[in-house]
């Protein structure tokens, strides 16, 4: 079983950054994915950004150019930097980490951009 933790979630003011992180736990394989999802109220699920235990990373074209997700393999941990945030980046942010076919989640934490 594997288990993760967020934080560096809060309230923050448009134009303002915050670094997320997501810690995981258990019996975790060398070879996996990690990154983030999103959910605003009342909107879908939104695949954010991701990072593979070989630092390939991919972004969802609404956080491109503002957002890096970096990962440090020895401590099981991945990051999020969202900067130039906006309100419309208000959500609760899920890490996940997926290995093989399975995939764990974070409980989440939110994130709120507002003046």
């Known amino acids: 079983q594997v288990h993760l933790v967020e934080s560096g979630g809060g309230l923050v003011q448009p134009g303002g950054s915050l670094r997320l992180s997501c810690t995981a736990s258990?019996?975790?394989?060398?070879?996996?994915?990690m990154g983030w999802y999103r959910q605003a109220p009342g909107e879908e699920h939104e695949l954010v950004a991701t990072?593979?235990?070989?630092?390939?990373?991919t972004y969802a074209d609404s956080v491109k150019g503002r957002s890096t997700i970096s990962r440090d393999n020895a401590k099981n941990t991945v990051y999020l930097q969202m900067n130039s945030l906006k309100p419309e980046d208000t959500a609760l942010y899920y890490c996940y980490l997926r290995s093989g076919t399975t995939v764990y989640w974070g409980q989440g934490t939110q994130v709120t951009v507002s003046s």
């Open positions: 990072s593979t235990s070989g630092d390939i990373a």
């Open positions: 258990g019996s975790i394989q060398s070879i996996n994915t």
